[in-house]
Every structure is written in structure tokens, then in C-alpha cells.
């Protein structure tokens, strides 16, 4: 009597399972940001947060009195207002600070910003940008207006991209 060699059976399975991990592609995943409670997160910070490479955080329509970050963390990430500039804004509340109202660094191009008024901010740091700084990045900023933004200490009131 003869016995059945098994090995090469488990073999092929062990290939098929690393095969199938290997190609299924990760699942990017919408972060909905409402501040009145009715999202995932009440702040657009705490949803930028939680998002990864491929996702995208879903503002609803609001005034955010925030500062925000885009860094490397947030690579590849969506940041989108679900009804536009007109009823979504950043808004510094025209306090004197030294931070822009968005800092996107090191980040490449799928990363993306679009559908917001960033509005008055007052920047007094040494950095440039008192609506939005770009600096070593290469997001896409579309479809979004700055207004009423300042830099007293350094350049572009508005917008300033810095490449170093």
C-alpha cells in the first residue's frame, strides 16, 4: 500500500494564502467630520488624524475655529468639505498666533485639499502662510478660497509654498 504525500498539498495552500493577502488591496475607508456631533469626529484635526494613506476625511459643512497639520503621517490623504467653501470654513477667529491656519508638509502628490475658506488669520511667527503653508510638499489644493489671512514676520499672507 501506498501513502499519499501531503506536503506538496500544503505547499500549494501556503502559497494560495500569501498569494491572495499579497493582491487584495487595503480598503480606504471615509472619515465623516461633523461638529455637531453627528460624524465620526467633532474636529477636522481628530479626523485627519485617524485617516491613512488613501483615505479620505469628509467635512460637514461648519465653521472649525482649528489650526490644522498635514504632515508625512498624512500622505495620500483626502481632505474634502462635503458642501463647499461657502459653508465650510477654517476660520482663525483673526487671534495673532504664529501657525497658519494649514500646514501641509512633506507630503506628496495624492494628498488633497479641496472645498474649504481658510479666513482670518493673523500669522506673527517666524513662518510664512497666514491662510495656508506648504513646505516640501506636493499636494493638490483645489477649489478652495483664503481670505483675510496676514504674515506680519515673513511672506505670503495667503498661501506660501516653501520647497526647503
Known amino acids: 500500500m501506498k501513502r499519499k504525500d501531503h506536503s506538496s498539498d500544503?505547499?500549494?495552500?501556503?502559497?494560495?494564502?500569501?498569494?491572495?493577502?499579497?493582491?487584495?488591496p487595503a480598503t480606504a475607508v471615509t472619515v465623516y467630520v461633523d461638529q455637531s456631533g453627528g460624524g465620526d469626529y467633532v474636529t477636522i484635526q481628530q479626523g485627519i488624524d485617524a485617516a491613512s494613506y488613501g483615505d479620505t476625511v469628509?467635512?460637514?459643512a461648519g465653521l472649525y475655529y482649528e489650526h490644522l497639520t498635514m504632515d508625512a503621517d498624512d500622505d495620500g490623504v483626502s481632505l474634502v468639505s462635503e458642501s463647499g467653501p461657502g459653508s465650510t470654513v477654517v476660520d482663525g477667529n483673526d487671534e495673532v498666533g504664529a501657525e497658519s491656519l494649514l500646514l501641509i508638509e512633506e507630503t506628496g502628490p495624492l494628498t488633497l485639499v479641496s472645498g474649504f475658506t481658510f479666513?482670518?488669520?493673523i500669522l506673527s511667527g517666524p513662518a510664512g502662510g497666514g491662510g495656508i503653508h506648504v513646505y516640501h510638499a506636493a499636494a493638490l489644493i483645489e477649489g478652495n478660497v483664503v481670505e483675510y489671512c496676514t504674515a506680519r514676520?515673513?511672506?505670503?499672507?495667503?498661501?506660501?509654498?516653501?520647497?526647503?
Do not use: M
Request: glycine share 10%.
Open 119 to 121: 479666513r482670518r488669520n
Open 58 to 60: 469628509l467635512v460637514a
Open 10 to 24: 500544503s505547499v500549494c495552500v501556503l502559497i494560495a494564502v500569501v498569494l491572495a493577502c499579497a493582491v487584495s
Open 153 to 164: 514676520l515673513c511672506f505670503g499672507g495667503g498661501i506660501y509654498l516653501q520647497s526647503s
